[in-house]
């Protein structure tokens, strides 16, 4: 029997370990599907992959890299850099690879969780669950997917042995991944076409490579680092000031991305195609200096046509014209608000962690569940972001998570939130979303499907680090473990 399983090794399962292990915890264990570590970075490894948070702040505070060689890492060195953090703190002999988790239930006649896994049965006294939101690819739901007689890539589940070079190549969606991949695409297919359903707010890429001289000065005077990563910091929670309190402030963005795409698409029918009429932000806005320049090219068409159905030979659009296509790419993103693993983790009275993430049941800072004790998620309901770094919010997260697991492990306690608690703070969360930017009117993957915002913390994360700053007494239900229920 183990303290604590902790499910997946990406960013948040190997900042768990870390923190876990730096308050005494050391009988853990982190079990992960794959058979290696790094969550979404590992899996995103489509060409042009790349983190639209500067890494200065998309990285643990307590593992800064000074050499970053870009200002916003592309997915290889952020790859490396989780390598790197388990490698440095001793993680690898704790993750068992290859294990699949399957189904985590509560046993309330051992006080105790059971995992199953690929690997067999495992109990564990407390769970972290990290298997990340951007974690399982979203399929289309589209009439003839598998009738399609070529390659069918997800930008998620690459597979570098497809060869686009000199082929006709279809892309489906124009979200975060896509913008990435299609220039990488346009430079070899003999024909791309790419299928738009919405066209995304696009702004400038102000990314560049790291001069020597700051990755020098960032290894001796560490502090310059950490002043860089504040300076990023209080830059990007400007954005609620628009995001949040006044979606109207959008419309400064708006205006330079109008500008940014009159400059970079000349031809005012394809400019009309590519203008959103939606709020700035209501969808990720998006960051690529060489997105537009690629839809210029002769061998690219923009297919704004809605599709019908893909057919053995391509993709029929609505307009009744079939565009032939060698291979297909998704670019359809992933099954945030719909995750499979919600529906495999039950707690007390059956019900599962889904139906938080689903908006039917209460969650205590994005993070525990009443009825399920000793059971934490991270990068859980609600604390997901528009404009900053998860890493930011993960680290928050453990904080709390920390302290209520080290409490519940010392004195022998199921730990979790009372149902009042929970209630008060999924009612703090859903009275701010109205009139936040992401409740305008697009639809994203933000919402779930009757539309209310389970994704997104609807504040200052500053004021997120505050709540969860350590574990409230007040705020749980203690009990024994293995015996009667204490409310206190
Ligand atoms: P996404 O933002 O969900 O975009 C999916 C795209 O597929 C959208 O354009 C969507 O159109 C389209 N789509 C979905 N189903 C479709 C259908 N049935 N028919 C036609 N089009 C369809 O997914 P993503 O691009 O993978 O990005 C997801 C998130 O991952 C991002 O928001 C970001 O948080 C993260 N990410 C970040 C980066 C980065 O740091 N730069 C890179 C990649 C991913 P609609 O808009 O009409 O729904």
Same mark, same amino acid.
């Given at each position: &029997?183990?303290?604590?399983?902790?499910?997946?090794?990406?960013?948040?399962?190997?900042?768990?370990?870390?923190?876990?292990?730096?308050?005494?915890?050391?009988?853990?264990?982190?079990?992960?599907?794959?058979?290696?570590?790094?969550?979404?970075?590992?899996?995103?490894?489509?060409?042009?992959?790349?983190?639209?948070?500067?890494?200065?702040?998309?990285?643990?505070?307590?593992?800064?890299?000074?050499?970053?060689?870009?200002?916003?890492?592309?997915?290889?060195?952020?790859?490396?850099?989780?390598?790197?953090?388990?490698?440095?703190?001793?993680?690898?002999?704790?993750?068992?690879?290859?294990?699949?988790?399957?189904?985590?239930?509560?046993?309330?006649?051992?006080?105790?969780? @059971?995992?199953?896994?690929?690997?067999?049965?495992?109990?564990?006294?407390?769970?972290?669950?990290?298997?990340?939101?951007?974690?399982?690819?979203?399929?289309?739901?589209?009439?003839?997917?598998?009738?399609?007689?070529?390659? *069918?890539?997800?930008?998620? #589940?690459?597979?570098?042995? =497809?060869?686009?070079?000199?082929?006709?190549?279809?892309?489906?969606?124009?979200?975060?991944?896509?913008?990435?991949?299609?220039?990488?695409?346009?430079?070899?297919?003999?024909?791309?076409?790419?299928?738009?359903?919405?066209?995304?707010?696009?702004?400038?890429?102000?990314?560049?490579? =790291?001069?020597?001289?700051?990755?020098?000065?960032? @290894?001796?005077?560490?502090?310059?680092?950490?002043?860089?990563?504040?300076?990023?910091?209080?830059?990007?929670?400007?954005?609620?000031?628009?995001?949040?309190?006044?979606?109207?402030? &959008?419309?400064?963005?708006?205006?330079?991305?109008?500008?940014?795409?009159? %400059?970079?698409?000349?031809?005012?029918?394809?400019?009309?195609?590519?203008?959103?009429?939606?709020?700035?932000?209501?969808?990720?806005?998006?960051?690529?200096?060489?997105?537009?320049?690629?839809?210029?090219? %002769?061998?690219?068409?923009?297919?704004?046509?809605?599709?019908?159905? *893909?057919?053995?030979?391509? $993709?029929?659009?609505?307009?009744?014209?079939?565009?032939?296509?060698?291979?297909?790419?998704?670019?359809?993103?992933?099954?945030?608000?719909?995750?499979? &693993?919600?529906?495999?983790?039950?707690?007390?009275?059956?019900?599962?962690?889904?139906?938080?993430?689903?908006?039917?049941?209460?969650?205590?800072?994005?993070?525990?569940?009443?009825?399920?004790?000793?059971?934490? &998620?991270?990068?859980?309901?609600?604390?997901?972001?528009?404009?900053?770094?998860?890493?930011?919010? $993960?680290?928050?997260?453990?904080?709390?998570?920390?302290?209520?697991? #080290?409490?519940?492990?010392?004195?022998?306690?199921?730990?979790?939130?009372?149902?009042?608690?929970?209630?008060?703070?999924?009612?703090? *969360?859903?009275?701010?979303?109205?009139?936040?930017?992401?409740?305008?009117?697009?639809?994203?993957?933000?919402?779930?499907?009757?539309?209310?915002?389970?994704?997104?913390?609807?504040?200052?994360?500053?004021?997120?680090?505050?709540?969860?700053?350590?574990?409230?007494?007040?705020?749980?239900?203690?009990?024994?473990?293995?015996?009667?229920?204490?409310?206190?």
């Amino acid at each position: &029997m183990i303290d604590v399983a902790i499910v997946g090794a990406g960013f948040a399962g190997l900042g768990a370990a870390v923190r876990l292990r730096e308050a005494g915890v050391s009988n853990l264990v982190i079990f992960e599907r794959a058979n290696d570590l790094g969550g979404t970075w590992r899996d995103n490894v489509y060409p042009g992959c790349r983190c639209d948070v500067a890494s200065n702040l998309y990285s643990f505070s307590f593992a800064p890299n000074p050499d970053w060689s870009n200002t916003y890492s592309y997915q290889p060195e952020i790859w490396r850099y989780l390598r790197d953090v388990a490698a440095a703190n001793d993680l690898n002999d704790l993750i068992r690879y290859g294990h699949a988790v399957t189904d985590v239930a509560f046993d309330e006649s051992t006080s105790l969780w @059971r995992l199953t896994t690929s690997q067999g049965p495992v109990l564990a006294r407390a769970v972290v669950l990290a298997v990340g939101a951007l974690a399982e690819p979203r399929r289309p739901d589209i009439a003839g997917l598998d009738s399609f007689t070529g390659p *069918v890539l997800h930008t998620a #589940s690459w597979d570098a042995a =497809v060869e686009f070079c000199g082929r006709r190549v279809g892309v489906i969606g124009t979200g975060a991944s896509a913008i990435q991949v299609v220039p990488h695409l346009a430079a070899t297919a003999k024909r791309l076409s790419i299928f738009q359903r919405t066209p995304p707010w696009i702004l400038p890429h102000e990314g560049h490579r =790291v001069p020597a001289r700051t990755r020098w000065l960032y @290894r001796h005077l560490p502090g310059r680092q950490r002043l860089a990563r504040l300076t990023y910091y209080l830059r990007r929670e400007l954005l609620v000031l628009g995001f949040v309190k006044n979606p109207q402030r &959008m419309s400064v963005g708006e205006r330079q991305a109008l500008d940014f795409l009159a %400059d970079q698409i000349p031809d005012p029918h394809l400019r009309a195609r590519l203008t959103p009429t939606y709020r700035m932000g209501c969808k990720r806005v998006l960051l690529s200096n060489d997105y537009y320049p690629a839809l210029r090219r %002769d061998s690219v068409a923009l297919i704004t046509e809605p599709i019908e159905r *893909v057919v053995p030979e391509g $993709i029929r659009s609505t307009d009744g014209a079939v565009h032939p296509l060698d291979v297909l790419v998704l670019a359809t993103g992933f099954r945030v608000t719909d995750h499979p &693993m919600g529906a495999l983790v039950r707690g007390r009275a059956g019900a599962t962690v889904g139906e938080a993430l689903s908006g039917d049941l209460a969650h205590y800072l994005g993070t525990s569940f009443p009825g399920f004790p000793n059971l934490y &998620m991270l990068a859980g309901p609600n604390t997901g972001l528009g404009h900053s770094s998860i890493i930011y919010m $993960i680290e928050s997260q453990l904080n709390y998570v920390v302290d209520a697991i #080290s409490t519940a492990l010392t004195r022998r306690l199921l730990v979790e939130p009372t149902a009042l608690a929970a209630r008060h703070w999924t009612a703090r *969360v859903r009275d701010q979303l109205p009139s936040t930017i992401w409740a305008t009117g697009c639809s994203s993957w933000y919402l779930t499907e009757s539309g209310l915002n389970t994704t997104i913390w609807p504040d200052f994360t500053f004021r997120f680090r505050r709540a969860t700053r350590g574990f409230r007494l007040r705020d749980h239900r203690l009990t024994p473990a293995g015996q009667g229920s204490v409310e206190r």
